[in-house]
């Protein structure tokens, strides 16, 4: 008996071994999918994600510094063609300006992240910064002489513009 069961696991190991060198599926077909297609769904949607991010960070670091520019020529603008941005239609964006602040307002079709970029004056200085985050509009707060994101949401850095470091 003993010899027996030796020989079954031999065998039934030798066949799982060949199946894997000839890439035979062990599963039915369905049943293999399932994984692969998950992963690939899972990347896909990371790969978009991260498209996504990068093109809010490339027009909020334009609108910033565009805004940035306008208000020592004279004043902020509303409009995103006079600053050199033209708008993805991934996008629906919304553009608030006031004398003392400009607010672009990016909020993706695909994802559920919000782009916010705000340029305010602060003792006659142009302070702006661009994030990301979840939910509604929040208000941008001081500290010292920078323009920080809202509570909860985080810095967006375009790394396309030169300088760019990890910090």
């Not at 894997?20 to 994984?35: D, H, M, N, T």
Request: charged share 25%.
């Amino acid at each position: 008996m003993p010899r027996t069961y030796k020989f079954v696991l031999i065998l039934l190991l030798g066949m799982v071994g060949l199946a894997g060198l000839l890439r035979l599926q062990l599963l039915p077909p369905p049943l293999a999918r399932v994984s692969a297609d998950t992963t690939l769904n899972d990347l896909e949607a990371q790969e978009s994600l991260q498209e996504v991010r990068q093109q809010a960070a490339a027009l909020m670091s334009r609108f910033v510094g565009g805004e940035i520019t306008r208000h020592y020529w004279g004043g902020f603008t509303p409009f995103m063609d006079v600053l050199g941005i033209e708008l993805p239609t991934e996008f629906e964006a919304k553009v608030d300006v006031t004398p003392e602040q400009a607010r672009l307002s990016l909020r993706p079709r695909q994802i559920d992240e919000r782009y916010l970029a705000e340029v305010r004056i602060n003792n006659n200085v142009a302070r702006g910064v661009a994030c990301r985050g979840l939910g509604n509009n929040a208000e941008f707060r001081l500290a010292g002489e920078r323009l920080l994101c809202p509570k909860g949401w985080f810095a967006v850095i375009d790394p396309s513009v030169d300088g760019y470091r990890n910090r």
